[in-house]
C-alpha cells in the first residue's frame, strides 16, 4: 500500500511539473547551465525516484543513471537489466560528449551459420529467441563501471541501494508489468526461478498490486556493489554465468568463460550532426541510432517544417519518404564497426543528405528507394522486439546523460541467471548471413556487436548550450520516435511532453505503420493518395523518456502510452 501511495505522489508530481509548462518554450531566452534540483526521466516511477534519490544524495548525472539501470532490473524485468547491454551518451552543459558501448557480444566460437539449421535455413525465430543461441556477453555492468569511474561523483556501492532496497523489500507489480507477463508467458514462464518470482502455481501472472520481491537479484547486486564490475565478469560469478548459457544452447559452441571474462565497454567516438542552428549528438556504430536521426533530420531540414504540424499529411509524407531512404542506407550499411567499415561521415553528410531529400517529392511516393553509397555489401532482415528502454538524467550543473539499456525482446531470452534475465540480443543479428552472394555487414560472427536500433541522443541549442535528453524503446522505431519528438520540440516548438505525445509514422520500407488509435488514422486516405501503396495502422511499441532544459529550467516528460514519469531532485 505504501509503495503503491509512493508511485501515486511521484506521478501527481510529475504530472504537476507538466501542467507548468509554459507554451511554447522559448528558444531565444538564455539558456541556463545550472539548476536548483536535477531531474531523471524514466519508464517506470520507481526507477526514476532511484535515480533522483542519487541526486539529491549529491551524485552525478552518471550516477543517477546508473542507479536507474540498476532500479530498472528490478521493477521493469521484462524490459532491460544487467543481464543485457545498453549504450549511455553523456555530455556537459557546453556540448562536450562522451559515448559508451556497452553492448553484447557473441561468443567468440560463434560463426554466421549460428541461426541457422542443420539445413542451412533460418531458425524460427521463437525458437532462437528462447534459447542460449541468442544470448550475448552482458554490457551494462562494465559500462556503468566504465562510466563510473569516468564520471561519477559517489562511491559505486551507493549506486546500488535503492535497486537493492526494491528487490529486496519489494514492488507493486503494476497493470503494465502485469499485462507483459501475460502476453509472454511463454518467455517469462520458460525459466522456473522467473515463473516462481511471477507467476502463480497454475502459471497466471499475480495479481497486479501484489507486491514483487525478488532476493536473488538484491544479492546479485550487493555483490556487485560490494566487489565492483569484477563480481559480475569473473571468477566463480563469471564461470556460472558461462555455464548457465552454455546448458541452455543447443550446439557444442556457445559462450565460454573466457568470452564473459573478456568482455569491455568501448568507448565509442559520439556521432555529431546538425539540424538547423542546432547540434544532434548520439549514438554511433554498432548502433544505427544517430545516423539515422541524423539522416531523416538532414532530409528534412530542407522543408519549411514550421508552417506544418502532426495534423499536416504533407509533414508525414515527407517523414516517411526521409525514413524510406534512411533505413535502406541503414540495412545496408549499419552494422559493428570492429567488423565492417561503417562510412559515418558519408552518410551524415550534408551535401549527401541534401543529394538524398532531392530525391524526396512533395507530391508523389517514390517507386523505389535504394541505398545512396555503393561501398558495401547489402545488409539483411530484422525482427520486432520491445525489450528495451531509456532514461535521461540532467544534474543541477547541466551534466546529461542519455542511456538506453535493453535485453532485446520482453524478458530477453527467458533464462534467468542469478536474479535476472539473460537478454536476447543476438537475434538482432541478421540470421542470415548472405544476400545475393554477398556477405551480410550485420551477420553473426564470433566476438561481435549485434546492430541496434538504439538512439540515445543530446541536443544542443543555437548557443551551443544543452536543451534536451531524449531517447526511446522500441526497436527499429526507435530513431523514429527520437526523430519525431527533436521536430515537434524544434520546429513546431511544442513543450517536450506533447512533444513526445505527438504520434508516430514508421516508414522503413515501403510499407507505411500509422500508430493504431491516432489521430493519424484519418490521414490514411490521404497518404495512399501521395501514392504510398500499403498503409496500415498497427500498435507500435513506443516509448520515449526526455528531460528538457529551457528557459525556465528543467522539464521532464515520460511517454503517455506508457507508466513513464519525470521525477525532480
Ligand atoms: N534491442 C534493441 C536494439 O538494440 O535496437
Excluded at 509472454?184 to 514483487?212: C, I, Q, S, W
Aim: glycine share 10%; proline share 7%; with cysteine.
Amino acid at each position: 500500500m505504501l509503495l503503491r501511495a509512493f508511485t501515486t505522489a511521484l506521478l501527481s508530481l510529475s504530472l504537476a511539473a507538466c501542467a507548468t509548462l509554459p507554451a511554447p518554450q522559448s528558444t531565444a531566452a538564455p539558456t541556463p547551465t545550472r539548476f536548483e534540483a536535477g531531474m531523471v526521466s524514466a519508464a517506470d516511477p520507481r526507477a526514476a525516484e532511484a535515480g533522483a534519490e542519487i541526486l539529491r544524495k549529491g551524485g552525478s548525472a552518471t550516477d543517477a543513471a546508473i542507479a536507474t539501470m540498476l532500479a530498472l532490473t528490478v521493477v521493469e524485468p521484462q524490459s532491460s537489466g544487467i543481464g543485457g547491454g545498453g549504450f549511455y551518451v553523456r555530455g556537459n552543459a557546453d556540448g562536450m560528449v562522451d559515448t559508451i558501448d556497452g553492448r553484447e557480444t557473441a561468443p567468440a566460437l560463434a560463426k554466421p551459420d549460428w541461426f541457422l539449421d542443420s539445413d542451412g535455413k533460418p531458425l524460427p525465430f521463437r525458437e532462437a529467441v528462447a534459447s542460449g543461441l541468442s544470448i550475448g556477453v552482458p554490457g551494462n555492468v562494465a559500462l556503468a563501471a566504465e562510466a563510473h569511474r569516468r564520471h561519477g561523483k559517489l562511491a559505486w556501492r551507493d549506486l546500488f541501494a535503492p535497486a537493492i532496497r526494491l528487490a529486496r523489500q519489494g514492488w507493486i507489480l503494476s497493470e503494465r508489468g502485469r499485462d507483459f507477463l501475460l502476453r509472454n508467458k511463454a518467455t517469462g514462464m520458460r525459466d522456473k526461478a522467473a515463473a516462481a518470482l511471477f507467476y502463480d502455481a497454475g502459471g497466471e501472472p499475480l495479481p497486479v498490486g501484489t507486491k514483487l520481491t525478488n532476493p536473488v537479484l538484491a544479492e546479485t547486486l550487493e555483490r556487485i556493489a560490494e566487489r565492483g564490475s569484477q563480481a559480475f565478469y569473473n571468477g566463480q560469478d563469471g564461470a556460472d554465468l558461462a555455464i548457465a548459457v552454455a546448458r541452455d544452447t543447443p550446439r557444442k559452441a556457445t559462450m565460454t568463460e573466457a568470452d564473459v571474462m573478456n568482455y569491455k565497454a568501448r568507448y565509442r567516438k559520439p556521432v555529431c550532426g546538425t539540424y538547423r542552428a542546432y547540434k544532434v549528438c548520439g549514438m554511433g556504430p554498432p548502433s544505427s541510432g544517430a545516423t539515422t536521426v541524423l539522416s531523416i533530420l538532414g532530409m528534412m531540414e530542407r522543408f519549411d517544417l514550421s508552417q506544418m504540424s502532426a495534423s499536416s499529411p504533407t509533414f508525414w509524407h515527407l517523414f516517411a519518404e526521409a525514413q524510406r531512404l534512411a533505413y535502406a542506407d541503414r540495412e545496408r550499411f549499419l552494422a559493428d564497426p570492429d567488423f565492417v567499415s561503417v562510412p559515418v561521415p558519408q552518410l551524415i553528410d550534408r551535401d549527401y543528405l541534401a543529394h538524398r531529400s532531392g530525391l524526396i517529392r512533395a507530391d508523389k511516393t517514390a517507386e523505389t528507394v535504394e541505398p545512396g553509397l555503393d561501398l558495401i555489401p547489402p545488409d539483411g532482415d530484422e525482427p520486432p522486439e520491445n525489450g528495451t528502454s531509456h532514461f535521461a538524467v540532467v544534474d543541477r550543473d547541466g551534466n546529461a546523460v542519455s542511456y538506453t539499456s535493453t535485453i532485446e525482446g520482453p524478458f530477453g531470452s527467458g533464462l534467468m541467471h542469478d536474479g535476472f534475465f539473460l537478454n536476447n540480443e543476438l537475434t538482432d543479428f541478421s540470421f542470415v548471413p548472405e544476400k545475393d552472394g554477398l556477405p551480410v555487414a550485420n551477420r553473426v560472427e564470433g566476438g561481435k556487436r549485434p546492430r541496434s536500433s538504439m538512439a540515445p541522443s543530446l541536443v544542443y541549442g543555437p548557443d551551443g548550450k544543452l536543451v534536451l535528453a531524449v531517447g526511446a524503446a522500441g526497436g527499429g522505431t526507435i530513431p523514429v520516435q527520437v526523430t519525431k519528438s527533436i521536430i515537434a520540440f524544434i520546429d513546431w516548438k511544442l513543450p517536450i511532453a506533447e512533444a513526445i505525445a505527438v504520434p508516430v509514422l514508421y516508414s522503413p520500407d515501403d510499407t507505411v505503420i500509422v500508430e493504431k488509435g491516432s489521430a493519424l488514422e484519418a490521414l490514411i486516405p490521404g497518404l495512399k493518395a501521395l501514392g504510398h501503396a500499403r498503409v496500415v495502422a498497427y500498435s507500435l511499441p513506443l516509448k520515449t523518456n526526455a528531460v528538457a532544459v529551457t528557459s525556465q529550467g528543467l522539464i521532464g516528460a515520460g511517454d503517455p502510452r506508457s507508466e513513464g514519469v519525470a521525477v525532480s531532485q
